[in-house]
């Protein structure tokens, strides 16, 4: 089967990553708006526009399911694609059902970006799911930027993450809000899985991060499987930069390295 991904650069090697571990054997095309990166940070309905040429870029090269690798083109996006196109079109969501699940007592810290924190799609899922009010946001868009230039571990990583999450704790210490409350963080874009490493020093070292990679490539596969899809039976992965196929060997060996990188994670 042709399976299409697309985000808005290269968060989505996340799923990406996770699908070549599930299904090996079936035919990746991806697709990182490279041109438009962040969507974060963009107009709602940009941010539709763009998810709207992505499928249909993808559905131009045969792909039979459409995998939305960006939490916020699904929070703004993914209604309007699966009113528009017949095809399975599944999205990718932060983690909190699972994360509320498996917690008990500590609190719950969801990062993300702008557009996801505010969106009514994400509110509403805190509203079915956190009945107990543990989970917190907070909105870390220049991780994206870090992220597009393969840059996770640098001093200017750190100090960003110090800066915002003091300014966050600062802002929420009247509710008696500290760093060691969290038992859980939760990825809420799929650039942030890259930087677990210069994340985890801030908080207490038995914290859990989670994202919602495995679930939605779960759902891609039960879909297939209820759709009688054929396996392609010889994996492979063709690369595109906002409509445009890579081939010069510089940015195929980037993503390469990044998928690698999730591996070393």
Do not use: W
């Amino acid at each position: 089967m042709k399976i299409g991904m697309f985000d808005s650069g290269v968060g989505g090697l996340t799923l990406l990553h996770e699908a070549l571990h599930v299904m090996p054997d079936e035919a990746y095309f991806y697709y990182a708006d490279s041109d438009h990166v962040p969507y974060g940070i963009r107009d709602k309905e940009e941010v539709a526009e763009y998810s709207d040429e992505a499928v249909e870029f993808l559905l131009e090269q045969g792909c039979e399911a459409i995998v939305i690798a960006c939490n916020t083109a699904t929070s703004v996006a993914a209604n309007l694609l699966r009113g528009k196109y017949s095809v399975p079109i599944i999205g990718v969501e932060p983690a909190v059902k699972p994360a509320v699940e498996m917690n008990s007592d500590g609190r719950i810290l969801v990062i993300a970006t702008p557009i996801t924190v505010r969106e009514k799609k994400f509110r509403d899922l805190l509203d079915r799911v956190d009945d107990r009010h543990k989970v917190d946001m907070l909105a870390l868009p220049e991780l994206v930027s870090f992220a597009e230039r393969g840059e996770f571990d640098s001093e200017s990583v750190s100090s960003y993450i110090s800066k915002e999450l003091d300014k966050y704790i600062s802002e929420h210490s009247e509710n008696g809000v500290e760093l060691k409350d969290y038992d859980i963080l939760v990825f809420g874009c799929t650039h942030f899985n890259h930087f677990e490493r210069a994340l985890r020093p801030f908080f207490k070292k038995e914290l859990i991060m989670i994202d919602g990679a495995e679930g939605t490539i779960r759902n891609l596969q039960h879909i297939m499987s209820e759709n009688g899809a054929k396996s392609e039976g010889k994996g492979y992965v063709r690369y595109f930069v906002s409509g445009r196929e890579v081939t010069g060997t510089e940015t195929a060996a980037f993503y390469e390295k990044l998928l690698q990188h999730l591996d070393a994670e």
